[in-house]
């Protein structure tokens, strides 16, 4: 089975930075898309930002372009996400999450998700 654990949130004013960390353990052969989506209260769960190892491509919302930036390390299967001029509407659960190819001899290829953690902007 595959783990998903996220640290790092809580509560900061307006204008502050949070640094997210999230490792994946378990049984892994690769893991080639990393990510961090977020739901609000009441709202969908929507992209943040992703990393794709094949390319090194990165990806992120338009809200949050230039404020937040995510990186990973693959030796220790761990995406982060900093978290920079923290707004208000920036509040919500933080999820990351992993597309996992489990063994070498299947190319099939999975998605978890970690529990989330809560990041709350506020003065």
């Known amino acids: 089975q595959v783990q998903l654990v996220e640290s790092g949130g809580g509560l900061v004013q307006p204008g502050g930075s949070l640094r997210l960390s999230c490792a994946a353990s378990?049984?892994?052969?690769?893991?080639?898309?990393m990510g961090w989506y977020r739901q609000a209260p009441g709202k969908e769960r929507e992209l943040v930002a992703t990393?794709?190892?094949?390319?090194?491509?990165?990806n992120y919302a338009d809200s949050v372009k230039g404020r937040f930036t995510i990186s990973r390390d693959n030796a220790k299967k761990a995406v982060y996400l900093q978290m920079n001029s923290l707004k208000p509407e920036d509040t919500a659960v933080y999820y990351c999450?992993?597309?996992?190819?489990?063994?070498?001899?299947?190319?099939?290829?999975?998605?978890?998700w970690g529990q989330g953690t809560q990041v709350t902007v506020s003065s």
């Open positions: 999450n992993a597309d996992v190819r489990l063994r070498v001899e299947s190319s099939s290829v999975f998605r978890f």
């Open positions: 378990g049984s892994i052969f690769s893991i080639n898309v």
């Open positions: 990393t794709i190892s094949s390319s090194g491509n990165t």
